[in-house]
């Protein structure tokens, strides 16, 4: 019988050895992050976190439309299985305003300064939405050489701080050199099928001109916007309909000034750090309009605030936020990141950024957050383009026909147009 019990006591000690221990789980419902590279990078990051705090993530990747549809059932039947969302400001605002959000002013992250702005951006309607995780903007990216060629009145220095003399009519002027001196377009915009060309329209020259992004889509200063971007064309790269993103181009040196998301010519100042610089956008009549991509980290109602909480702590850590610059060029979000961004090509691009951000004559601008009819916005904004630049149909007629299918958008969203 005493061999018996050892032989018991032996077996119930090799199961507690053998038998993997029981992690709590938090569920991480994201619409970042999603193509393959980036989503790759995450879960890396993500399997870090869990060897380091016990705590298994699952990472589950939607549309916004889909996110919201889970989100609304999960609220409504009380059976609560993700615990973190991660999306766009805009969206989270959308969601927050249905009471899906878990109020995050009691939230502390200790050792986080989160940028002031990114901070009064997560609040809404006295609730503190979300956290602050990544962020990124459209830039100008410029191959050194190219300012051999710079118009008369325009210096280096004014590009790339961003002063008064780095205008839209400069850009033009330069543009013109480059093409008459080289005896090719040396300019490049993003304008393929996947490719983040209405983000410029609407986000950067439409209120540099207008002051805004829609409301006045068919005013009289639109309309001078327009006729400037057809006579810009006759100086950008032809082949700039099949580009999707302006690193490769930049890097083939196909175009010496380009214009795209930081996460999109980030590639070419990794690989020729010593050959580009990331400058500011041009300033407008109204001033410099450029978008500001914000993403947050949000919490579920009724989820489970702990484990989520830690989540949050390691993504909006100083190492974390550099490392996420370092693979897929979203900024940080936290003041402490800048300690700990090492020399190269990531300070180029920070400096750039923090250029533009720092600008006096700034517009910043959100994308707005028209949920389900995104798309249809965007498409509105490169149907205009198309129409105007390429196939040169009358820029009034036009943008007073589209301007009742963007009115539309925003009446149907439940948002005020801006």
Known sequence: MKKFYMVLAVTVLMVFVFVAPVYAKVTFGSTQMTPVAEREFLLNQISSFSKSSGISVELLNFEYPDLLSRLEAEHKTGKITINLVADLQANLYMMAAEGLFEDLKNVTIPGRTFIKTFEQYSYQGGQKVFIPWIQATYVMAINKKAFDYLPAGLKKEDVMNGTGKWTYDALLAWSKN??????????????????????????????????????KFNSGEALVMWAYLKDLFKYVHPACTTWDNMDQPLLRNEVMIAWDHTARVKQAVVERPNDFVIAPVPRGPKGRGYLVVLTGLAIPKGASMDESAKLIDFLTSPKTQVAILESVGFFPVIQEASEAMPEGALKILTQGVVAQSSAADSIVCIAPGLGQYGGEFNEIYRTAFNRIVFSNESASKVVTELSQRLSKLYKQAGIPID
């Open 178 to 215: 480059l093409m008459e001196k080289t005896k090719m377009p040396q300019l490049g915009f993003p304008l393929g099928p996947k490719s983040l060309w209405h983000r410029f329209l609407h986000g950067c020259i439409y209120p540099s001109y207008t002051g805004t992004q829609a409301s």
